[in-house]
Each structure stands twice: as C-alpha cells, then as structure tokens.
T-cell receptor
Framework: KNEVEQSPQNLTAQEGEFITINCSYS?????LHWLQQHPGGGIVSLFM???GKKKHGRLIATINIQEKHSSLHITASHPRDSAVYIC?????????????FGKGTKLSVKP | NAGVMQNPRHLVRRRGQEARLRCSPM?????VYWYRQLPEEGLKFMVY????????ESGMPKERFSAEFPKEGPSILRIQQVVRGDSAAYFC??????????FGPGTRLTVL
C-alpha cells in the first residue's frame, strides 16, 4: 500500500464543472503539497499546507490532519486546467525535503 | 527573477557513459532537491542539499549516483556508467528556507 493515495486516477470533466481531487496518507506529516504537472512535463507547486484551507484564484486546498486527508478543488474548470495533479507529503520522520508523492490524478477538461 | 534552471533539457548517453545534470536554483535559494520520474511512474525523492552539504541522500542509489551543491555554481547530479534503467526525467527544485519548492523544467535522460 502506498503511503500517499490519490483518487481518482483519471478524471474527465466538462468546462465549468466543479472538480475535487482527493489525497489520503498514512504517515504523520509536517506538510502536504499539491503540485501540477503540465502535459509538457513542467511542474508547478500549487499549495503547501499543514492545516486548514488555502485559496488561490479558482483553486482551493483543504487538509484534515486528524483524518489524514486533503482535497484539491477547482471551481469553474477550464480546458487549460488539464494536467496531472500530484499530492506529496513531508513525512515528520524524514527531512523536510524528502517528499513522498502520490501517483497523480490526470485531469482532462473538455470544452 | 529567473526560475530554477536545468541543463541540458535533453541528454542522450550510451550505456557505460557518464551523465552530468546541472541545476541552478532561484536567486537566493540555498536548498536544492533532486527528484526522478521514471516512465509511467510517479516522482521519487533522491537527495536534498544545502550549500556544500548533503542533508538527506536516502533516496539516492548507493552506487553510481552522486550529487553536490558547491559554494559557487550549480548543483550537479552525476550518474556514472549509466544503464538503460537510468532513463528518466530528473527534476530539480529549490526553496528559500525549506518551504515552498520551485521546480525546474527537468532533464530528460535517454540511455541507448
């Protein structure tokens, strides 16, 4: 069993839909990261959070430490949101640079 | 302010050759991380460095792989005697003080 599990693996949505991607983890963490990997391969860090909720534009990330669960929401989705979204955690027992990654959720938004 | 730069973007090597991958962190960043993404697989941590020091190399194979981040110049990930299984995308990231990581565009290594 992976230490970081994401669901769904693949997601197809129509433009304008509200999207939720889930991440569950099994270890004690000091931080959780959401990353976006573009079709060309580049990676962008979207959020780093250790509690509560963060919002940036149409993206919202939440984390529930007790339940070891995080969600990434995209409101009013757009085709340009099509990418792989990756959840990663910093395990409390490891150095802060040692991220453990989920396998990613491939999102495709159709016009 | 330029982002994280990696070069080369694509590197082709024959089995047994050496591969050197370079990473220039964002200006002012002293924390550098290297990750590997094998084809059709997720990202895996390799090594975490601060200037002149290796902080955590627990993800790096024990043989043939080494990394450095000298006082001056870029961080280097060196792979000696490459094998086909080393073919992957290698990403570098940097951070100011261990917080948000900024990723480079990656180096795609192909071993023939």
């Amino acid at each position: 069993k992976n230490e970081v599990e994401q669901s769904p693996q693949n997601l197809t949505a129509q433009e304008g839909e509200f999207i939720t991607i889930n991440c569950s983890y099994s270890v004690g963490i000091s931080a959780l990261h959401w990353l976006q990997q573009h079709p060309g391969g580049g990676i962008v860090s979207l959020f780093m959070l250790s509690s509560g909720k963060k919002k940036h534009g149409r993206l919202i990330a939440t984390i529930n430490i007790q339940e070891k669960h995080s969600s990434l929401h995209i409101t009013a989705s757009h085709p340009r949101d099509s990418a792989v979204y990756i959840c990663a955690v910093t395990w409390r027992r490891r150095s802060q640079g040692n991220l453990i990654f989920g396998k990613g959720t491939k999102l495709s938004v159709k016009p | 302010n330029a982002g994280v730069m990696q070069n080369p973007r694509h590197l082709v090597r024959r089995r047994g050759q050496e591969a050197r991958l370079r990473c220039s962190p964002m200006k002012g960043h002293s924390h550098v991380y290297w990750y590997r993404q094998l084809p059709e697989e997720g990202l895996k941590f390799m090594v975490y460095l601060q200037k002149e020091n290796i902080i955590d190399e627990s993800g790096m194979p024990k043989e043939r792989f080494s990394a450095e981040f000298p006082k001056e110049g870029p961080s280097i990930l060196r792979i000696q005697q490459v094998v086909r299984g080393d073919s992957a995308a290698y990403f570098c990231a940097s951070s100011l003080s261990g917080d948000t990581q900024y990723f480079g565009p990656g180096t795609r290594l192909t071993v023939l």
